[in-house]
């Protein structure tokens, strides 16, 4: 029989369509999508103030996976298949981040800086060449750690993708690359948080956590 839609391992309207993929699809988006309310909700309000935190672990959690899938199924581990996984993580990320970045950094220009400062106490002007590097590369852009003065950052979030490429870069060279690896990984990551309660260690936001 003929037409346009048929059942799954078939052909829809051309291409070979997995409705079952397509769902998990469809859910992983879903997911990441409330993990990302749980964080808006976080900054705008005490209403759950707890969950933004819990979010972001969530999605450090979700992007391990995704990562570590691609590069195994989609990319390979070879030189051009690792070039073209950074060169699309770099495309999602590095475009909209530029844009949000100049707009803040002409409207610390030509506002009033103290303005800023009370919107976020990291809204300043970078101060010296590391700044300037870290705000164009994202790469060293920290968060502050025991009641220590924020570093300025243009994109006061961006913290958080500093620790996302940093392990998008571990993931695309070897962290990945098998199931040991990435429960050696991820069993040490646990055994790190335990420890960190237990200790009063930082958690949530450097890289070793």
Known sequence: MRGDRHVKGEVCCG????????????????????????????????VLKHSGGFAVFAFYILSGFLMSLIMNERYGYTPSGFARYCLNRALRIYPQYWLVALVTLLILIFWIPE??????????LPEDVSDIFANIFIFG???????????????????A??????FYTLIGLFL??????????????????????????PRYAPVYA
Request: proline share 6%; glycine share 6%; charged share 10%.
């Open 15 to 46: 291409e070979n369509f997995d409705y079952q993929a397509n769902l998990k699809g469809t859910m992983f988006g879903f997911a990441r999508f409330l993990l990302a309310w749980f964080v808006v909700i976080t900054h705008i309000g005490q």
């Open 141 to 159: 852009l920290f968060p502050s750690e025991g009641g220590a003065p924020p570093m300025p950052r243009l994109v006061p979030a961006a913290w």
């Open 161 to 166: 993708l500093h620790v996302e490429l940093v």
């Open 115 to 124: 303005h800023a400062l009370r919107m976020h106490p990291s809204l300043r």
């Open 176 to 201: 990945g690359r098998s199931v040991t690896l990435v429960s050696v990984w991820f069993s040490l990551s646990v055994l790190y948080h335990v420890v960190a309660v237990y200790m009063n260690w």
